[in-house]
């Protein structure tokens, strides 16, 4: 007999290191996860009552595959607030911020053509990329000044062959940097001099502490594609609900993505997004407020114990530097979960640029953040 064998692109595709140091800090059961880049509060109640609401009035069926009317109108009113103006019909509702990533370079690259991606980067972007048998080309995102692009690099590789799409990440998972405006619009002119698309993931847009976060869209509406998700901004991150805001001419192609992968995102879920964009935004603030808060913790205690990096300016991830200790990151975090009881990301994870480096998810109460630094520090002197 004859058993089916497995392409082998996704076969050898890498895991993430975030999942494998997870599930083993799942089987210990009580260690301290500062892992997951998952809010640690629960989705305001009038979000989960405005879903009840619609799941009970009987919004269960497919709606149209760009999302329902009110949802493209509430994404579009929440952008033009934050200095965005885009109109409704160039809104695609997506599952979660990572199907807007998917479904914009599956529409803008062939396989065979090259992606630009931060480094370090979420590690996502890599995987889609395989998944669509795009090439990966990481630019590098230097410690100093601020994990910004290195501009003149930039440009060299963006002049490269087949180069399709640069993918810009700010406020940034994993480095935190918000990136200022001048870099913001530097990024998109080069984009512009080499003819690329820009797909602008801005899902941690409400997480600015300090500084502005920067919109890309503004710099050049028919070059960007902004990719925003109600996961993090409103803790929402099972509802699998995000949208994106693309150039008018770019719209029915990348929606051509959604329609036959997923068909629509979830109805109630559509719902509940249009309760979270165009209702009380107070959850917002108090959320940013806490983050902020456990940052100048975190900032703090790893500057006492000799492993501080920088000072995130957004987003809710800290580096903390174990190069001492070793230059295995994945191995060193395997280690923290059986021995000290921590669960972390490894930085070779998202690329050379985190070697050396360990990001500290700061979703997490405040008392557990002092206590697992204390234990990376004492694990790294030992
Ligand atoms: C940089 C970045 N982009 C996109 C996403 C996707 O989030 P979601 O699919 O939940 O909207 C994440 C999630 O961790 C992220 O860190």
Known sequence: MILPRPAATIA???RSGIREVMELAMARGDTLNLGFGEPDFD????????ADAAAR???????ASRGVPELREAAAASLARRGVPVSADRIVATAGGVQGV?????ALAERGDAVLVPDPGWPNYAGICTLLGLEVIRYPLPPAPGFEPDLE???????RARVR????????????AVWRGETVAATVAIAARHGLAVLSDEVYDEMAFDGEHVPSIPFDPDRVVAIHSLSKTYAMTGWRIAYLAAPAALVPVIAKVPEVEISCPTAPAQWAA?????GPQDCVTEMRDAYRERRDLAVRLLRDEGLFVAEPRGAFYIFADVSAATTDTLAFAKRLVTDHGVACAPG?????????LLRLSLAAAPDVIAEAIGRIGAAVRA
Not at 102 to 106: E, G, N, R, V
Not at 165 to 176: D, K, R
Not at 348 to 356: I, K, L, Y
């Open 12 to 14: 050898a595709m890498p």
């Open 43 to 50: 989705t305001p109640p009038h979000i989960v009552a405005a």
């Open 57 to 63: 009035a009987g919004r269960t069926r497919y709606t």
């Open 102 to 106: 998917l479904a914009t370079l599956a």
């Open 153 to 159: 690099r930039l440009d060299a590789l963006a002049a």
């Open 165 to 176: 799409v640069m993918i810009t990440n700010t406020p940034s998972n994993p480095t935190g």
């Open 274 to 278: 249009v309760a979270a964009l165009s």
């Open 348 to 356: 070779d994870t998202f690329g050379p640029g985190g070697a050396g």
